[in-house]
């Protein structure tokens, strides 16, 4: 293992862990940390406190101290009464937000002493950062500096950081006279949210007006640019940018009209293995640089494996277990019984097995937009691929585009015969097959590389690959069978799209997967897009995220029945 992928391994294993502190102190079992980031399913959390920001450097216990302070924030406080309560203006509401976080760290429980040891840590270490960094050389971070420190060791009962109790005692001495009331009642109405959040805005007011007047300062010396150390701006931001979601207007020549999906000619569509399309030699190549990417991810098929089987799994017989003392009589014993009379071990039992009884296919869009994708989609799905087989199930990968782009030679027959009206689908169709399900794995890794091969991504037709997908499997024997759709977009194919109108395809996907569920469980994943306006159930892939196991825990939720 190299010193990457063990680092690699070391975050992952903390992240795991504190997720499951998460999980654990706050009772919400769809809690996890993605990109160092808490999510409740799909969902970034807001940020409430500079010192709850993970960086890369983390050891377990900061890490475990950010962990306990986002669980006590959602346990603790009333998240409505804080909405209701809290200012408008930014300055303000800043301070009131990291006061009201300071009021919930200082409520650990009491059987819980390793809790109140790792808040500390955590801020003592994101003190020393901040100071270190030099921002608490001018006036308005020394001013914010000290708030922060004055404000948590008067509610929790703590000293300030040692460290820098000199550089604060004069701003401190300065701040006494306007603060001193407030500050006070802090700690006296710690247990009472409501009583606490009069004194905390009247912090917040007095703090904002020192700020207006050190903005030349913060205008000369500049502003913190790393949010761990932004105290006012960023509070209750997003940790993650809003995520789009996927256009799915309706089609006037199909739902309102209620005219039927076409397609203007099938002769130029192809059905091809995808490998046949890329040299050897250029495969080989990919499938290098495939295995690099697969590396730096540092998942483990093997834990991956449990995790499948324990989702997909079903118990089953497999067989009987002879030579037991109860059960059904084993007629293959009966001599023994006649020669033996005291013999017990007669019986037979049958012998129950979990069994992965499963068809999962993965369907993934190749249109032009995916290329930026291609990597970190290739590195899932080819881990995907080797587990699954390790649990037991079957796996097979699709893709699809199409021949040409802008219509290609359904086009130009269409042009030549006079543009007529509503042609339908207007594009040579080409499905590409990376692995089929007879074929194992070990057999298919050159295969898969060929999802890195740019040229092969054009534009999608996604409702006519769905049921090209369910159609397959609906031939296999597995007695569950689960479609999994990558894609980045809407259903795009631009000579389509313009002769007739620009929902038509999206219309056909719906009618599509609206026929195609009752035989087939389809799940949306969607590549930085929300794909619910089409899907009933989907997740968002992050794939920015270039190591670690939480793509696979978001793809893992889907397999789930529901």
Not at 60 to 77: E, F, N, Q, Y
Not at 154 to 164: A, D, F, L, Q, S
Not at 410 to 430: F, Y
């Amino acid at each position: 293992m190299t010193a990457g992928q063990a680092e690699t391994r070391r975050r992952h294993q903390v992240e795991e862990l504190c997720a499951a502190a998460v999980r654990a102190l706050s009772g919400d079992p769809a809690l996890h940390f993605r990109a160092r980031r808490l999510h409740r399913g799909r969902e970034p959390l807001s940020l409430h406190a500079p010192h709850l920001r993970q960086s890369a450097d983390d050891d377990l216990l900061s890490s475990r101290g950010i962990a306990d302070g986002m669980a006590l924030r959602l346990t603790v406080s009333d998240a409505a009464l804080h909405r209701r309560l809290r200012p408008a203006d930014p300055a303000e509401r800043g301070i009131f937000e990291l006061l009201e976080q300071f009021r919930v760290e200082s409520l650990p429980p009491a059987e819980l002493p390793g809790m109140r040891r790792n808040l500390r840590l955590r801020h003592v270490r994101w003190s020393l950062e901040f100071h270190r960094s030099g921002l608490t050389e001018t006036a308005r971070g020394l001013a914010l500096y000290t708030v922060a420190q004055i404000c948590r060791s008067r509610i929790t009962g703590e000293p300030v950081v040692e460290e820098t109790e000199d550089l604060i005692e004069a701003t401190r001495f300065a701040l006494a006279p306007s603060l001193g009331h407030d500050l006070a009642g802090l700690r006296r109405h710690r247990m009472d949210q409501e009583a606490f959040a009069g004194h905390a805005l009247g912090i917040a007011r007095t703090v904002s007006v020192l700020l207006a007047g050190t903005e030349r300062d913060a205008e000369d010396d500049g502003d913190p640019t790393d949010p761990r150390f932004s105290l006012v701006l960023d509070f209750d931001a997003s940790l993650g940018e809003q995520i789009p979601s996927a256009t799915a207007g309706t089609s006037r020549t199909l739902g309102e009209s209620g005219a039927a999906y076409r397609v203007y000619t099938t002769a130029y569509d192809r059905e091809r293995r995808a490998s046949d399309l890329v040299r050897p030699g250029q495969l080989t190549e990919l499938r290098e640089r495939l295995d690099r990417r697969v590396g730096r991810q540092g998942v483990s098929p093997g834990r991956l494996a449990r995790d499948l089987k324990a989702v997909l799994a079903e118990p089953a017989r497999d067989g009987w277990d002879g030579g037991q003392e109860e059960g059904h009589l084993d007629g293959r014993t009966l001599a023994q019984l006649i020669s033996s009379p005291t013999e017990r071990r007669i019986f037979r039992t049958e012998r129950i097995e979990p069994v992965a009884d499963t068809l999962v296919t993965f369907l993934l869009d190749c249109s032009g937009s995916m290329t930026a994708h291609a990597e970190p989609v290739a590195a899932l799905v080819d881990i995907f691929a080797r587990s699954l087989e390790l649990a037991g199930a079957t796996c097979e990968v699709l893709g699809f585009t199409t021949g040409a782009w802008n219509g290609g030679r359904p086009g130009r027959d269409w042009r030549r015969a006079g543009r007529p009206r509503h042609p339908g689908r207007l594009n040579e169709r080409l499905h590409l097959v990376f692995k089929d399900a007879e074929t194992t794995w070990r057999r298919a890794r050159p295969d898969l590389a060929a999802l890195l091969k740019a040229d092969l991504f054009r534009e999608g037709v996604d409702g006519e690959a769905v049921a090209w997908a369910c159609d397959r499997m609906r031939a296999r024997t597995e007695a569950r069978r689960i479609l999994l759709v990558l894609s980045d977009g809407s259903p795009m194919d631009t000579a389509t799209s313009l002769a007739n109108d620009p929902h038509y395809l999206n219309e056909h996907l719906r009618e599509t997967l609206r026929r195609q569920e009752s035989t087939v469980e389809i799940r949306g994943v969607g590549v930085g897009l929300d794909l619910s306006p089409f899907y009933r159930r989907s997740r968002v892939l992050d794939t920015s995220v270039t190591s670690g196991y939480a793509p696979f825990r978001d793809v893992l939720g889907l397999l789930t029945r529901g």
